[in-house]
């Protein structure tokens, strides 16, 4: 997973975070006492860890088409570090009385199929979708973690931060890119297919599952509303292109 970039900050200017409300300022066990939004949070820990899953098996193919030694290594650490994520949403599942591959499993086809449809031709696309892929659902999921109980907000900070890819990718894309400038076409169109791949696959894993669709819609857990969403895909969409412009490609 990998954070976004922050715009500067006037120094005389800065931003106060509001104080949590609603559901925001409860703990979980406060929260869960409403059955609708204990489902949304088990399925929502559900689709985080196996999503975490697969990246961990993503990133351990792509380390055996990595050219170097040193490559293979620094994506077999960052193939460990996605499963420890995997194992504390694993874990929390367990713990809260959920069996984790029940919660799983709604999940998998909609990961399979995003996989099948972005599959890698060669070692610079796999660097390229975990970077902006994986970006794109981790700013969904943060927006999303604002709204919930304490617990599992700061679990769910936890699970998506940077494992090192993001600069990683960066690094190895842009020196590809001055070795041979017509890469960076190619590499521009894959991402842009990643783009919108990523967003109708957040978006199908929401409308196949009902507690996740109340909640962001507004019934339970202070929802988005359609402004909101509105909004919301707008930074998405800024973020992505602020990494694709880290990466040297057009958005």
Same mark, same amino acid.
């Given at each position: 997973?990998?954070?976004? &970039?922050?715009?500067?900050?006037?120094?005389?200017?800065?931003?106060?975070? @509001?104080?949590?409300?609603?559901?925001?300022?409860? &703990? =979980?066990? +406060?929260?869960?006492? &409403?059955?609708?939004?204990?489902?949304?949070?088990? &399925?929502? $820990?559900?689709?985080?860890?196996?999503?975490?899953?697969?990246? %961990?098996? *993503?990133?351990?193919? !792509?380390?055996?088409?990595?050219? +170097?030694?040193?490559?293979?290594?620094?994506?077999?650490?960052?193939?460990?570090?996605?499963?420890?994520?995997?194992?504390?949403?694993?874990?929390?599942?367990?713990?809260?009385?959920?069996?984790?591959?029940?919660?799983?499993?709604?999940?998998?086809?909609?990961?399979?199929? %995003?996989?099948?449809?972005?599959?890698?031709?060669? =070692?610079?696309?796999?660097?390229?979708?975990?970077?902006?892929?994986? #970006?794109?659902? #981790?700013?969904?999921?943060?927006?999303?973690?604002?709204?919930?109980?304490?617990? +599992?907000?700061? $679990?769910?900070?936890?699970?998506?931060? !940077?494992?090192?890819?993001?600069? %990683?990718?960066?690094?190895?894309?842009?020196?590809?890119?001055?070795?041979?400038? *017509?890469?960076?076409?190619?590499?521009?169109? =894959?991402?842009? *297919?990643?783009?919108?791949?990523?967003?109708?696959?957040?978006?199908?894993?929401?409308?196949?599952?009902?507690?996740? #669709? +109340?909640?962001?819609?507004?019934?339970? @857990?202070?929802?988005?509303? $359609?402004?909101?969403?509105?909004?919301?895909?707008?930074?998405?969409?800024?973020?992505?292109?602020?990494?694709?412009?880290?990466?040297?490609?057009?958005?």
């Amino acid at each position: 997973m990998t954070s976004s &970039d922050k715009p500067d900050r006037a120094a005389d200017t800065p931003d106060i975070p @509001a104080a949590p409300t609603g559901v925001a300022a409860l &703990d =979980w066990a +406060t929260a869960a006492a &409403d059955p609708q939004y204990r489902a949304a949070v088990v &399925d929502l $820990l559900g689709a985080l860890a196996y999503g975490e899953l697969a990246a %961990f098996e *993503r990133l351990a193919d !792509d380390a055996k088409l990595a050219p +170097t030694l040193e490559d293979k290594a620094e994506l077999a650490k960052m193939a460990s570090a996605e499963f420890h994520h995997f194992e504390r949403l694993r874990d929390r599942l367990a713990e809260v009385g959920e069996e984790p591959t029940v919660a799983m499993e709604p999940f998998v086809a909609a990961y399979e199929g %995003f996989h099948k449809q972005t599959a890698p031709s060669d =070692w610079l696309e796999g660097l390229v979708k975990a970077y902006v892929g994986d #970006s794109i659902a #981790s700013d969904f999921y943060r927006e999303v973690a604002a709204r919930l109980d304490s617990d +599992t907000r700061a $679990l769910v900070l936890a699970v998506l931060d !940077d494992t090192g890819h993001g600069g %990683f990718a960066v690094e190895k894309v842009r020196a590809a890119i001055d070795a041979d400038p *017509r890469v960076g076409g190619r590499l521009a169109l =894959w991402a842009r *297919r990643l783009m919108g791949e990523a967003l109708s696959q957040s978006q199908r894993v929401v409308a196949d599952r009902d507690a996740l #669709s +109340t909640m962001l819609v507004g019934g339970i @857990a202070d929802g988005f509303d $359609l402004a909101e969403v509105g909004r919301m895909f707008s930074r998405i969409t800024e973020a992505h292109t602020k990494r694709m412009a880290a990466l040297g490609l057009a958005a």
